[in-house]
């Protein structure tokens, strides 16, 4: 590579849909970074491309329709400008919509900016009979201007030329508005104020601050007040104008500012443009004439949602049976490395690997919901339809301090029954308004996840067993009328100050989405999120791992447990007698080796389907160790192809499956024991005496603590707190009846309804900071709803057994007095309007 | 009169924005200045946003943001 190379810094700019993210691939190719703007959530793709000796970064800075201060984008936009001062900047314009596009062009030709005007989408604008005479365009705006259509590369060398040049030249765009009479004097003379002053205007452009100080922005005059000697006097001064001009021209200096520059673009189109038909949408009006309709258009949306649901919770779901198989493999290689397991106790180097890596394909294991998902909602971006779905439910959602946009996160955090909240929560990126955009953060994660499900299933056949739809119906609805009431409750409080932004919404055209597009943005979001929560759940299973198995059980109990197994081997040994042929092949440390080999044997077993598998299997088993698979099978084996009958074999078949039998309820309550003397089950014991309002026992308390690593290990939790007593197989729901004699319908209730409320598991929680940028609302978003599930698992609870309610009453009960709390809460008055 | 009052396929001209702050901006920024012609497309199925015509391009707005816009008709 030749040394002479510089780097170039150029930004890409634009109004939102003109294309910029896709003329950015167009440039860049293959070589880009994703990430985020310093402390915010919006997305900052850099990426670089070369031509000749040069090398271009480029970065895609969020699309605006202007630049005030007044919302995230635009700010992170102008200040990208502002600070970091891209050599050049494309204006990537909608070549069909050029006069409004203009209007941003203009704004960005006053922060004194070396500016390439790209002139996207020129297919549309062809297609709509919109011809455009670029010459003139450029001699307008003293700017090149380069024609493109993003999508089928068109343009693309030109536009590397034009941003070379320009960027090399170094001169600034020197198209400026004439605002007028009544204003130029007025910025004239603030303009000359701010020149003497070299601190600010070394910094910024000083007829875009006399401008920014006109329309009264905030940000401008912060930075004014922040590196100027004399603000005080120029802030004051500009305060005076304003309301001067006024009072003498009966309109705000900022309208007349946006009437100016509208003008202007309207001037400059009607000179340069020229139009063989009037603009017509006849398709996409056709299609809003039903999809947005009084009674289809209901339809549709419900019809979309569900197939969202359909295709990537339900189906995405069955994709995961065949990719399960393959993370179990890899989890089974990573077992193979590690130490080999004990007899009754596991090697710490082996256990705790192991949870670590089921935690993170658990995980994993989502991976395909995910891709469908994101790239349907890649599609419902690109079609155009998201605006609808926003448009149709607004009118619900703004009730309860949420926006029409809301509804995307909340189907797929698990609406109705199933979903996931880290997808869910990734969904509300897209939203403006701040306020509304963290109320449904902190919601998603009360929907429904997959993980929650098998929970309800135990539960609900434990005591609703006659009536399985409808309690699953209403643990479905319940949780979206909650979910409702405290978006409004977090609305009226704790988000009471955060920023909100108007609805103002544009409804783009329709149109068809691009394969390659969709494909891009899918496999982008997928990997961000593979990346960055993998990590950090790995090192957050080690914690939990911890206070699940930490301090474990004292010296004496493990010396009684080995002695225990110690006699259990001994009677083993005893059984098979010392004259058996199989008795020094099962002496020593040879019997932890079959151990492992009748483990292994089992396992497989199981997962071989069919005959030829399980034939297959034996063979394979029998290359392994020949003396081991005899016993394994039971002293039933064939010697050259004949069925042999070896007694001795069956003998130590019988023996040792009794040793197994003790040995894996010794197991048991090792871990059972660990359980409960370990950090967690101190706790369980220790708030035992609080959750007894709420119908918890330690061990109930136990299960739900665990299920915060990932709710999928809640059932597991409880299958290894209520064990079968040995030699009986009972279904877990069984066992927990036997275990908690005193248990009634509302123990179940309460447990149910705190589990729909459960904290969101880690990863979601790490979703939550990062889509927030705040520690602050993990912990807000961990905790309300603890204090929430117990609130409502304690009413249901004691209350119902003060008033003497069945479960199926309490439930109804339950249910009426929700809904009339999510009605109360939706009256209560909204915040004032804007103004 | 004011564009929430306005019904659909009804045709008029904005006037005037009446609000300074953040709202007036917005629709400031979106085309919605005095003189412009404006049309409305259609209502929410539950009435609310609303969805207009201007310049070409399609704009949905809430009752209480329409407010904001003083028409008059054509
Ligand atoms: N017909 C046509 N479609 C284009 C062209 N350029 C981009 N598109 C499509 O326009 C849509 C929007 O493009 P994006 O690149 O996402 O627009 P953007 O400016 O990055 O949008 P925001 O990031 O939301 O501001 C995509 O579906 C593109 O495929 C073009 O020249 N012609
Ligand atoms: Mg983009």
């Not at chain 1, 304003?242 to 900022?254: G, N, T, V």
Request: with cysteine; hydrophobic share 45%; aromatic share 10%.
């Amino acid at each position: 590579m030749s040394n002479t190379s510089t780097k170039i810094m150029v930004a890409l700019a634009g109004q939102p849909n003109s294309g910029k993210s896709t003329i950015f691939n167009m440039l860049t190719g293959a070589r880009q970074h994703v990430a985020n703007y310093p402390g915010v959530t919006v997305e900052k793709k850099s990426g670089s491309f070369r031509l000749k000796d040069d090398r271009v970064e480029l970065v895609d800075l969020p699309g605006t329709h202007s630049l005030t201060s007044y919302t995230l984008e635009e700010r992170i936009a102008r200040d990208f400008l502002l600070n970091d001062k891209p050599a050049a900047v494309v204006d990537v314009v909608d070549a069909s919509n050029l006069e409004r596009n203009l209007y941003l062009t203009f704004q960005l030709a006053e922060m004194d900016i070396s500016l390439v005007i790209n002139l996207n989408m020129m297919d549309v604008a062809e297609k709509r009979g919109i011809k455009i005479n670029t010459q003139k365009l450029s001699q307008e705006l003293g700017a090149p201007v380069v024609p493109t259509v993003g999508n089928k590369g068109k343009g693309k060398e030109q536009l590397k030329e034009a941003i070379l040049s320009t960027s090399k030249k170094g001169q600034v765009t020197p198209f400026r508005i004439n605002y007028g009479d009544d204003l130029e004097p007025i910025l004239d003379s603030l303009e000359k104020r701010l020149s003497e002053e070299t601190e600010i205007s070394g910094r910024y452009p000083v007829r875009w601050l006399a401008v920014k100080l006109m329309e009264n922005d905030k940000e401008a005059q912060r930075l004014v007040g922040k590196y100027s000697q004399k603000s005080g006097v120029i802030l004051r001064s500009a305060e005076e104008k304003r309301e001067a001009f006024k009072l003498e021209h009966k309109k705000s200096p900022q309208k007349v500012i946006a009437i100016t520059r509208h003008q202007e673009a309207q001037r400059i189109v009607e000179a340069s443009v020229t139009r063989s038909r009037e603009i017509t949408r006849t398709l996409t009006d056709r299609i809003d004439q039903v999809a947005c309709s009084r009674y289809f258009g209901p339809v549709i949306l419900v019809a979309t949602i569900y197939l969202i649901y359909e295709l990537a919770i339900v189906q995405g779901y069955k994709i995961t049976e065949y990719t399960w198989p393959v993370l179990a493999w890899s989890r089974d290689l990573i077992a193979s490395l590690l130490p080999s397991e004990g007899f009754i106790f596991d090697p710490f180097f082996r256990s705790m690997p192991i949870w670590v890596v089921d935690g993170t394909i658990a995980v994993l294991n989502y991976v395909p919901i995910f891709l469908i998902l994101f790239a349907l909602i890649a599609i419902l971006e690109d079609t155009g339809y998201m605006a609808r779905m926003a448009f149709i439910l607004d009118r619900i959602f703004r009730y309860f301090g949420l926006h029409g946009q809301s509804v995307l996160p909340m189907v797929i955090g698990g609406l109705y029954v199933g979903g996931c909240a880290i997808p869910g929560v990734l969904a509300c990126r897209g939203m403006k308004d701040e306020k509304a955009r963290l109320a449904t953060i902190m919601i998603v994660p009360l929907m429904n996840c997959l993980a929650k499900i098998p929970f309800y299933v135990l539960l609900i056949g434990m005591f609703f067993a006659a009536y399985k739809g409808i309690a699953m119906f209403f643990i479905a609805t319940i949780t979206i009328i909650i979910a409702l009431s405290v978006a409004k409750i977090l609305s009226l409080t704790v988000l009471r100050k955060k920023e909100s932004a108007p609805f103002v919404m544009e409804m783009p055209p329709y149109h068809i989405p691009t394969t390659g597009g969709v494909l891009r943005r899918c496999l982008e979001r997928t990997w961000l999120f593979v990346k960055k929560i993998i990590t950090i759940v790995i090192l957050v299973s080690v914690i939990v791992y911890v206070l699940i198995y930490f301090p474990g059980i004292s010296k004496e109990r493990k010396a009684h447990y080995i002695s225990q197994s110690g006699q259990a081997q001994q009677t083993f040994l005893k059984k098979i007698g010392k004259d058996s042929p199989y008795a020094s092949l099962m002496a020593g440390d040879n019997l932890m080796e079959f151990t492992r080999y009748w483990r292994d044997y089992k396992k497989a077993k199981m997962g071989a389907k069919g005959k030829k598998a399980k034939q297959a299997l034996d063979q394979e088993f029998r290359e392994k160790n020949f003396e081991f698979f005899k016993i394994v099978k039971r002293g039933k084996y064939k010697v050259k192809g004949e069925m042999i009958k070896d007694k001795h074999a069956k003998k130590v078949y019988n023996a040792y499956k009794k040793l197994g039998k003790t040995t894996n309820k010794l197991r048991r309550e090792i871990k059972e024991e660990t359980i409960i003397t370990s950090y967690m089950g101190r706790a369980g014991l220790f708030i035992e005496p609080l959750t007894r309002w709420a119908g918890f026992n330690w061990r109930v308390n136990i299960a739900l603590m665990s299920s915060f690593a990932a709710k999928e290990s809640s059932v597991a939790t409880l299958g290894g707190i209520y064990q079968s007593p040995p030699g009986e197989k009972h279904r877990l729901e069984e066992r927990m009846k036997e275990k908690e004699k005193g248990w009634t319908a509302l123990h179940v209730l309460a447990i149910m309804l705190f589990m729909a409320m459960y904290p969101p598991c880690i990863p979601t929680l790490l979703m939550i900071r990062l889509e927030t940028g705040s520690t602050k609302w993990m912990l807000f978003a961990t905790f309300y709803p603890i204090v929430l599930g117990t609130i409502i698992a304690v009413l249901v609870f004691t209350g119902g057994n003060l008033l003497g309610l069945s479960g199926m009453q309490a439930m109804i009960a339950f249910y009426i007095l929700a809904l009339i709390f999510l009605v109360l809460m939706g009256l209560i008055k909204r915040e004032p309007e804007f103004t | 009169m004011t564009l929430d009052e306005i019904k659909p396929d009804q045709e008029c001209e904005i006037v005037d924005i009446t609000s300074e702050g953040i709202m007036g901006q917005r629709l400031l920024d979106m085309g919605f200045i005095p003189g412009t012609r404006i049309k409305v497309i259609r209502n929410a199925p539950l009435v609310d946003p609303v969805e207009f015509e201007l310049k070409g391009y399609h704009i949905s707005l809430r009752h209480s943001e329409a407010k904001q816009v003083e028409v008059s008709l054509l």
